[in-house]
């Protein structure tokens, strides 16, 4: 069974840090296209960030720029997000997900495999 785990999220201040992992069993993302995405209450599904297979090729939604980055990990943990000068309206889950297809999508649809989701509540 495919299954890709979130881990990493919690309370923190605005203004703080967090690092949210994905591990991933059943199958190896290392030549998957990697993403994540977040849903806040009663709001739709949103893209964060994408990274290529290789690792080579990023894309930030607007909101991330700047504040968050996106890196490749191993074949156990193939994406990680670190959230730099959290803001009150980053609270929301945050989910990994992965495509077999090499080119970057931002749509949640594109994706094959997706997480649970971690909670990330910001506090002002």
């Known amino acids: 069974q495919v299954q890709l785990v979130e881990s990493g999220g919690g309370l923190v201040q605005a203004g703080g840090s967090l690092r949210l992992s994905c591990a991933a069993s059943?199958?190896?993302?290392?030549?998957?296209?990697m993403a994540w995405f977040r849903q806040a209450p009663g709001k739709e599904r949103e893209f964060v960030a994408y990274?290529?297979?290789?690792?080579?090729?990023?894309y930030y939604a607007d909101f991330a720029k700047g504040r968050f980055t996106i890196s490749r990990g191993d074949a156990k943990n193939p994406v990680y997000l670190q959230m730099n000068s959290l803001k009150p309206e980053d609270t929301a889950v945050y989910y990994c997900?992965?495509?077999?297809?090499?080119?970057?999508?931002?749509?949640?649809?594109?994706?094959?495999?997706w997480g649970q989701g971690t909670q990330v509540t910001v506090s002002s």
């Open positions: 059943g199958r190896t993302f290392s030549t998957y296209s």
């Open positions: 990274i290529s297979w290789s690792g080579s090729s990023t």
């Open positions: 997900a992965g495509r077999s297809t090499p080119r970057a999508a931002t749509f949640s649809p594109e994706y094959e495999y």
